[in-house]
């Protein structure tokens, strides 16, 4: 999909035109693979840990209750999404299929998205291996320049290994 985005240099995002409206690409993505990662089970019983994490804080009122409780649900699950979808590029980083910076308001933030926005660069060698369908074709989305905001590009350094990584916000 990333690739299916990208233009001519192989740049993706940080904005995805979709339905006539700009939306980051990670959220893209997010929204784009949620169906793949349904189960049954897993959403019920996300539904029950909020329904009680939420117990104390409800009005009574059963359907602005059952709305409030999907919304939160919802909310977890585009979070764990998001979650996801940066492990995955970080394995295509690792493989060498595809690159990333951050475009946007640099901010003195521990992670390096802090306050800027993705773009992902898909390395012209595996542009070249596949095949030429490109969103406009296919009437998915197409990736947008951001909105009026002259970008400033940061590189941050790498985090030295050993330090609480990502995942560790999902371990058990």
């Known amino acids: 999909m990333i690739a299916e985005l990208a233009d001519e240099r ?16 990670r959220e893209w993505l997010c929204e784009q693979l949620l169906p793949m990662s349904e189960r049954p089970g897993r959403r019920a019983s996300l539904r029950r840990r909020v329904e009680g994490e939420l117990a104390g804080s409800l009005s009574g009122n059963a359907e602005l209750d059952a709305q409030r409780i999907e919304q939160a649900v919802d909310e977890q699950v585009r979070a764990i999404g998001r979650a996801n979808v940066s492990r995955a590029v970080s394995e295509l980083v690792k493989a060498g299929i595809v690159s990333r910076f951050y475009q946007g308001y640099a901010t003195n933030h521990a992670h390096q998205g802090g306050g800027r926005n993705v773009v992902y660069v898909v390395k012209p060698e595996v542009l070249q291996l596949l095949p030429k369908a490109r969103s406009e074709t296919i009437g998915v989305a197409s990736s947008i320049a951001a909105p009026s905001v002259a970008p400033i590009l940061v590189r941050v350094p790498q985090r030295k290994r050993g330090g609480a990584g990502q995942g560790d916000l999902f371990a058990a």
């Open 10 to 25: 192989g740049h993706a995002g940080p904005f995805v035109k979709c339905e006539g409206r700009p939306v980051l690409l």
